[in-house]
């Protein structure tokens, strides 16, 4: 399964940004999908992560409340929106897909998107 990432880009602070994550397969219905952000010098970090059906989701204790992760089956397509971002939410943004929510909340990812780099300015 191929992923790919789009929506990043730079914005000022308090503004919004909605990402997109298209799967290329239509197994992704079959996985969970998550996100993650890293910035350079630090390890990967879990954003967000959804159920098969959507129905239930999970997020960083850091990000709730500002962040909302969703998916269309429908369209092999996930999302992840972002409000009332922050300079500190800057960072290269990885949707992925594994076995369960809690699994890819652990790391255990079978598939990575390539990225997408968002950049919030101060």
């Known amino acids: 399964v191929q992923l790919v990432e789009s929506g990043g880009g730079l914005v000022q602070a308090g503004g919004s940004l909605r990402l997109s994550c298209a799967a290329s397969?239509?197994?992704?219905?079959?996985?969970?999908m998550g996100w993650f952000r890293q910035t350079p010098g630090k390890e990967r970090e879990f954003v967000a992560a959804?159920?098969?059906?959507?129905?239930?989701?999970s997020y960083a204790d850091s990000l709730k409340g500002r962040f909302t992760i969703s998916r269309d089956n429908a369209k092999n397509t996930g999302y992840l929106q972002m409000n009332s971002l922050k300079p500190e939410d800057t960072a290269v943004y990885y949707c992925?897909?594994?076995?369960?929510?809690?699994?890819?909340?652990?790391?255990?990812?079978?598939?990575w998107g390539q990225g997408t780099q968002v950049t919030v300015s101060s």
């Open positions: 959804i159920s098969t059906s959507g129905g239930s989701t």
């Open positions: 992925a897909l594994g076995p369960t929510s809690r699994q890819i909340r652990l790391n255990s990812v079978n598939y």
């Open positions: 397969a239509r197994t992704f219905s079959t996985y969970a």
